[in-house]
């Protein structure tokens, strides 16, 4: 299961930071990489239900150049080197102009990821359809209504284990190549 939240990439910041599309790309795919070889290492033919929690996405920033250009990117290097990988797309919490978008789009889509594609706007049916698709692996920040029990497993989030784990593995990598992270401009 991999969630991602767009809603949350600050395109001003990383060029505040000088952060390059290149850069952001090559981390997603880091990411990715990550996933499928330290954290679920297995069969080349595994796959993936991916989550895309559209929380706090704008037209805005749909509009804006440079994330367009981000997302055709990123869509163009998955669809090259992960074609197969994706087993279900549930875009979540979605704005009602975003349908509007994907019906332009969608015909630049292979029927078989349309065939893969699920979109929800929130509410019971959103949860509904997480919870059939995940199962009791649905974390729970990302139902409107409270699971019945909560899970004794891991937090997620930027303070989880996973998280720390990984920012652990990428400062060991960085310092392999003699290389350190730089500060965050806010």
Known sequence: ?????PGMLDMERAQRNDVTLEDLAMHYVYIVEYCWNLIEP???DGIMTNVIDMSGMTLKMIRGKTTMKFAKKLTGIMSANYPSRSFKTLIINAPHWFSTLYKMMSPLLRES???KIQIHCGGEK???ALCKVLGD???AE????PKDEVSDGPTPGPNSSIEQEMRSFCIRALKE???EMKEVMA
Do not use: E, Y
């Open 142 to 145: 990302l139902l409107i209504t």
């Open 42 to 44: 297995g069969p080349p």
């Open 1 to 5: 299961i991999f969630v991602q939240r």
């Open 137 to 139: 692996s649905v974390p």
């Open 113 to 115: 990821t349309k065939a």
């Open 177 to 179: 190549k003699g290389l």
């Open 126 to 128: 959103q949860d509904a």
